[in-house]
């Protein structure tokens, strides 16, 4: 059985940065893949990033590019998302996922099967 867990969620000015960390229990394997997703007020939830965790190219939506970096630390069996320039409209619950093989459509939610509870970020204008 695979377990997520989020942290790292909380309060920040517009322009600031956090990092969320992910933590997966149970079996691993090297082609598995972890994504970050996000749902905000009134909205749908949107893939953020996605990441291999044996290692690749990682995969961003547009509206975190450049702003947004996953990554992760196998010996911790943890994947990281920095986050950085915050915005406003970055107010969301963010959820970790984890979905073991495949590499098709990282950033939708329905290739997912294991989710975390989430973690709340709220970003102040």
């Known amino acids: 059985q695979v377990q997520v867990t989020e942290s790292g969620g909380g309060l920040v000015q517009a322009g600031g940065s956090l990092r969320l960390s992910c933590a997966a229990s149970?079996?691993?394997?090297?082609?598995?893949?972890i994504g970050w997703f996000r749902r905000a007020p009134g909205k749908e939830r949107e893939g953020v990033a996605a990441?291999?965790?044996?290692?690749?190219?990682?995969t961003y939506a547009d509206s975190v590019k450049g702003r947004f970096t996953i990554s992760q630390d196998n010996g911790k069996k943890t994947v990281y998302l920095q986050m950085n320039s915050l915005k406003p409209e970055d107010t969301a619950m963010y959820y970790c996922?984890?979905?073991?093989?495949?590499?098709?459509?990282?950033?939708?939610?329905?290739?997912?099967?294991?989710w975390g509870q989430g973690t709340q970020v709220t970003v102040s204008s």
């Open positions: 996922a984890l979905r073991q093989g495949g590499t098709l459509f990282p950033l939708n939610e329905i290739m997912y099967p294991n």
């Open positions: 149970g079996r691993r394997l090297s082609s598995d893949l």
């Open positions: 990441i291999t965790v044996g290692g690749g190219t990682p």
